[in-house]
C-alpha cells in the first residue's frame, strides 16, 4: 500500500509556482494576484480563507481579502464581483461558499468573469471542463487529477466509483475521470444517497473517490482488495484530546481500508492540500492568460 501524500505534493507545487513567481519578478513582470471575498464570519470559512491568503503571501503572489458583513445583501455582493471583474490588477478571484442564505448563491457565481474564475465554478468553465478543453479545472477535482498523476495511478480501462454527486467535487470528478486522456479514460460509475445497491457497486470498483462528508462510510469490508481509495471528505468531529475541541475526519476507515488498498489518501494530509495548490495554480494560469490578452 502507498500514502497518496497529499501535504508532499502540495508542497512540491508550491516551491514550483514559487520558482515561476522568482521568475516572473526577475523578468520585470506583474505577479499573479488573487483576491478572496469572504461574507459572514463563519469559522471554518474564515479558516479557509486566512489559508489561501496566508499561502499566497508566501509563495510571492499579491493577495487582497475582501471582507464583507453577513447582512450583506445579494446586489452589494453583486457590486463587489462587478469591481473586482473591472479590476485590471486583479488576475483571479473566488467568493468563499457558503453564502447567507438571502443571496443566491448561482446567480454569484454566473457573474464572475470566467476568464477570472479560478475556482472554476462558472457554468462556461464547468461546460469547457466537460468538453476536455483548456480552462480552470475547480481544485479539489483538479488536485485529485494531480495526485493520479504524480503517483502514476493507472486509470485507464479501470472502473471508477465516485461517491457524492456535489457540483464542487462528485459530479466534476466523474466527467473528469470518464474523459479522454490521461488520467481519465475510466468507466464511471457516479452514485449518491438514492443509489440502490450502493454496497454492491463500490465492491467491484477499481478507484473510489468518496465526497460524501459521512465519517467512516467506507468501511474495509466493502471494497475490492488492492482498490485506490481516495478520501475528500472532511467532517469535523469533537475531540477532547484537541486543543481546538475537534478533530477532522474522512469518510474512509483509514486503518483497516488502507489493509485492503494500493493507494489511500490519508485525511488530513490528503485531498485537502492538494486543494489551496490547486487554487494557486489556476491563479498562476489566469495571470499567463491575462499578460497574453492585455500585454502587461
Ligand atoms: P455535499 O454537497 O455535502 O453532498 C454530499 C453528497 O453525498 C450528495 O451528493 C449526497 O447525495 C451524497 N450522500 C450523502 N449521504 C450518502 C450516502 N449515505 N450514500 C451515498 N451518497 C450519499 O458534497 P461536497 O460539497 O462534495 O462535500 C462532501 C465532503 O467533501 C464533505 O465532507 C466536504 O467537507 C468535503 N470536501 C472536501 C474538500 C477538500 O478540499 N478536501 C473540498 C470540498 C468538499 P444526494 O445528492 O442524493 O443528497
Redesign the pocket.
Known sequence: MEILDGKKVSNDIKNEITVAVQEMKANGEKVPHLAAVLVGDDGASLTYVGSKVKTCERIGFDSTLVRMPATTTEEELLEKVKELNENDDIDGFIVQLPLPPQIDTQKVLLAVNPDKDVDGFHPMNFGKMALNLPTFISA?PFGILELLERYKVETSGKHTVV????D???KPMSILMGRKGCPGDSTVTL?????KN?ESIIAQADIVIS????PN?LKAEMVKEGAVIID????RVPDETKKSGYSIVGDVDFAEVSKKASYITPVPGG??PM?IAMLLKNTLLARKRHREVTGV
Open positions: 479539489t461517491i457524492g454527486r456535489s464542487i467535487v462528485g452514485t449518491h444517497s438514492r443509489t450502493i465526497a460524501l462528508g459521512v462510510f475528500v471528505g472532511i467532517t485531498v485537502g486543494t
